[in-house]
């Protein structure tokens, strides 16, 4: 099945700085690549997502960028507030084809914005 | 925040005992999914539906077994076969047809005493 790492798992920055955070995946035949954001006890919401036609993808401050040889993705977050501060999470998905939407999950990155 | 709800917020077990996680969406959803959360791993799926009547195993199945009966519900129930059950327990739902995002319900953090 599906295997998706994630680095790092902790990062902390400035306020203002940028912060890039990494996953590597091993299906080739994954092909939606969504990006969570889950902030203390709460439930993780979806900031970004990718679909394997796709080699970038902005959203204000927030992008990701796909590499499909290499297989990873990352997702960069410039300009970074406070409010940023949380757990994101990485997966990958292959959709409806053999998996029923099934997310493989990353194990999560704890960004921390320090004024 | 609407759309996925799930009950009870907080509950607590004694070992050797079944319990049942209420998951309800109203966002006309065919697919919906169970995941478990632990500090430091990430999301993993316990169990999966694609449609009413039909459900499939996860990653993490073992000691846990589900229902869907209606569209709308996918009850999860921990039962004593579960070695480590402690854990907080999130539900999702999505369309079907295409690669989309999943919409996560509040939790449920299931504490064995």
């Known amino acids: 099945g599906e295997n998706v790492e994630q680095h790092p798992s902790t990062l902390s920055v400035q306020e203002g700085d940028s912060a890039v955070i990494k996953c590597t995946y091993s299906?080739?035949?994954?092909?939606?690549f969504p990006w969570y954001k889950q902030e203390l006890g709460k439930r993780p919401q979806l900031i970004i997502d990718i679909r394997s036609n796709v080699g970038e993808k902005k959203d204000q401050r927030i992008a990701v960028t796909l590499n499909k040889t290499a297989k990873h993705f990352s997702l960069h977050i410039t300009e970074t507030q406070p409010e940023d501060s949380a757990v994101y999470f990485c997966a990958a998905s292959r959709g409806p084809t053999g998996g029923g939407n099934k997310l493989t999950f990353g194990t999560g990155t704890q960004l921390k914005v320090e004024l | 925040d609407g759309g996925i709800t799930q009950s009870p917020k907080y509950l607590f077990r004694k070992e050797g005992q079944n319990v049942t996680l209420s998951c309800e969406q109203n966002l006309n959803h065919d697919a919906m999914y169970w995941y478990r959360q632990d500090p430091g791993q990430g999301l993993r799926l316990i169990y999966y539906?694609?449609?009413?009547?039909?459900?499939q195993k996860g990653d993490i199945a073992e000691g846990y077994s589900v229902s869907r009966e209606k569209k709308e519900s996918f009850p999860l129930t921990v039962t004593s076969a579960q070695k480590n059950p402690t854990a907080f327990y999130l539900c999702?739902?999505?369309?079907?047809?295409?690669?989309?995002?999943?919409?996560f319900g509040p939790g449920t953090r299931l504490t064995v005493l």
């Open positions: 539906s694609q449609i009413v009547n039909d459900f």
């Open positions: 299906d080739s035949a994954s092909n939606y």
């Open positions: 999702a739902s999505s369309k079907v047809l295409d690669a989309n995002e999943q919409f």
